[in-house]
């Protein structure tokens, strides 16, 4: 984008132009006018507070300099790395906007995320308006007497005059709410935070709270874990010393340290989930007691290794399509296997590689997404490549069906990850591997954006034009990764379904089934989802139904296992079924039960190559 604000006369006397009917009067304003011009800011000043008297209230205030007859402010529509239309203008009232001297001026709304303003003169446009957060999550901001975080496309105006010029930031808050943190760079002027423009504002969330901070150093790089929420069910030292090892692993493997600031990582233990990339933090959601249940602590490091990994891969690393950002519009991009997907895969490897994983924990995180992967039907329908180009409609606002028509390209992307890497390794007999085509890929998009054939040339530089062809295939047709081939070179072996001969889970035997996905979250037996060609889909079940009884005895879900295990698959029974307040019957034929859980399993000939293969894959001694 062209950096407009007049620093030349041409802008100037195309306003001029418009305003001014002859030439005399043209000249008498243009001179006093030119002083007045070459005065006005050459930078947007950013003020937020927030209100005593309510809460989720942020108040903005900010000084654009505006060279045009009309000004029009902008708020952006959505945030990069969540790919969903929020429309954050949404929650912006009680908009108003003065003139230099204090003068108010007319501001019309002109579509859902535009307001015009008629500027009378060129100078500096004070813009105040309020923000609504009526939601906390990683991409929205929240602002509350016990926490705030800011979210700088759901709260900053901008203009495409203002939006690359630089930006500063001062935020006005009390004791009561705590500090200010952020990894925003701060300015000459005490408190003030400053960047080099929208993008970076952006960019840089910003948490108000009273927490505390853990900071380490690693390689003469500084990181801080902030612990918004921290209780006795978070050791926050434990946290910071584990972060920092998937700091130490995820370096080492890019071997190239892009950060140029302290890195933080703002960590919300308030409740919710999920985290958002960011070039020098990343915010996260977790639980109040997440740490207390070591499976909900490795999903937390897990998102923690997943965000970390994005500085390389979409912050710098980014497909050609999302460069630069429309805040306003969606951006198409079949990539996001890669950009989601390989983080996904590689998340849950660098947690083993730097050993805060057992190699069989990471075998069942890679069996859930094996599980989740060749349980969802619509895997059969959308190649992952168009499921990213459908994130925008499909992946954020999943609905009863989802489960039938798209895959989510975090799951297969990671499965398609690990399916490559080992192709890779055992086409080259261990000598080439899926690290070498990222860190390839990353030396040469690091400081460009790529195309979408880009990975495919490097995978076939690497691993040969078959491999090219190999991941090709992957992407582009619907077929199922051959799991199995890809495990076999580890020595290992998937066992899928309810019976596998491991005790661990044959209390959990299932032996028919519906063919629906229940909802946990009701009490009752109520059908979340059916799932295409099942035997529920044929006796015409639909999500939100209720089944009540079972040929002639009541179904609970207490008494499901049971009455499940002892029903053959193909037999024909009666369903009783609550939907929307009536009563009906349907006839079923039952279906072998989906299968609950998969499990990695050795093989009988696991041996002394399959060890060494694996401790070069998992960066661990196995036993
Ligand atoms: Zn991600």
Not at 389 to 402: K, M
Not at 529 to 551: F, Q
Request: aromatic share 10%; with cysteine; glycine share 6%.
């Amino acid at each position: 984008m062209q950096r407009v604000f007049p620093t030349s006369l041409g802008i100037s006397l195309d306003w001029l132009h418009q305003r001014c009917c002859s030439l005399p009067l043209f000249i008498l304003l243009f001179l006093f006018l030119l002083p007045k011009a070459a005065q006005a800011v050459d930078e947007v000043r950013h003020t937020i507070s927030f209100p005593q008297d309510r809460q989720q209230v942020i108040l903005v205030r900010s000084e654009l300099p505006a060279n045009l007859p009309v000004t029009e402010l902008i708020m952006p529509n959505w945030t990069p790395g969540s790919y969903l239309i929020r429309n954050y203008a949404a929650n912006v009232n009680r908009i108003s906007v003065f003139a230099e001297n204090g003068t108010a001026l007319r501001v019309q709304k002109t579509s859902k995320d535009r307001w015009q303003v008629e500027t009378s003169q060129p100078g500096t446009l004070v813009v105040q308006y309020e923000v609504f957060t009526p939601k906390l999550n990683v991409s929205s901001s929240w602002a509350s007497e016990a926490f705030s975080l800011i979210n700088g496309a759901s709260v900053f105006l901008y203009t495409e005059q203002s939006r690359d010029l630089p930006q500063s930031l001062e935020i006005e808050s009390d004791q009561d709410r705590g500090e200010v943190f952020t990894a925003m760079p701060l300015g000459p002027e005490n408190g003030v935070y400053r960047v080099v423009d929208y993008d970076e504002l952006v960019d840089n969330p910003v948490a108000v709270a009273q927490a505390p901070t853990y900071r380490f150093i690693y390689e003469d790089q500084e990181y801080v874990l902030l612990n918004v929420g921290e209780n006795e069910s978070w050791d926050g030292q434990q946290a910071a010393r584990d972060v920092e090892k998937i700091v130490a692993e995820t370096q080492s493997f890019w071997r190239t340290n892009p950060l140029e600031r302290p890195y933080w990582f703002l960590n919300f233990a308030v409740g919710g989930k999920g985290g958002l990339e960011h070039d020098h933090s990343t915010v996260i959601m977790t639980g109040r007691r997440q740490m207390r249940d070591r499976d909900d602590y490795i999903k937390w490091l897990g998102v923690v290794a997943h965000e970390f990994f994005h500085v390389w891969n979409v912050r710098h690393m980014r497909p050609a399509e999302l460069t630069p950002y429309d805040y306003q519009h969606e951006q198409y991009t079949s990539q996001l296997w890669l950009a989601e997907g390989l983080t996904s895969y590689y998340d849950n490897l660098l947690m083993s590689r730097a050993g805060l994983i057992k190699p069989e924990e990471y075998m069942e995180l890679l069996a859930v997404d094996m599980h989740r992967l060749e349980t969802t039907p619509g895997r059969l329908l959308r190649p992952v490549t168009e499921a990213s180009v459908d994130t925008w409609i499909r992946h954020y606002q999943p609905n009863s069906n989802s489960i039938n028509s798209t895959i989510s390209y975090y799951t297969k992307g990671a499965v398609i990850g690990f399916v490559l890497d080992a192709y890779l390794r055992k086409e080259s007999k261990g000598r080439r591997s899926l690290d070498e085509v990222m860190r390839k890929m990353y030396s040469l998009y690091s400081s460009k954006p790529y195309a979408n054939d880009a990975i495919e040339q490097l995978v076939v530089e690497v691993g040969g034009a078959a491999a090219g062809k190999f991941l090709h295939d992957l992407l582009t047709t619907t077929a199922d990764p051959d799991v199995d081939a890809a495990l076999a070179w580890y020595g290992l072996r998937l066992e899928r379904g309810s019976s596998a001969t491991d005790g661990k889970i044959e209390d959990r035997v299932l032996k028919s089934g519906f063919g629906v996905v229940w909802d946990e979250g009701k009490p009752g037996l109520i059908v979340k989802a059916v799932l295409a060609g099942s035997g529920g889909s044929n006796a015409g079940l639909m999500p939100r139904d209720e089944i009540l009884a079972m040929g002639d005895e009541r179904l609970t879900s207490d008494r499901l296992e049971s009455l499940m295990s002892s029903f053959q698959p193909g037999e024909q029974t009666t369903l009783l079924v609550a939907r929307r307040g009536r009563i009906i019957n349907l006839d079923i034929k039952l279906d072998t039960a989906i299968p609950d859980r998969f499990e990695i399993v050795l093989q009988p000939e696991f041996g002394k190559r399959h060890i060494r293969r694996l401790q070069n894959l998992l960066g661990q001694n196995l036993r």
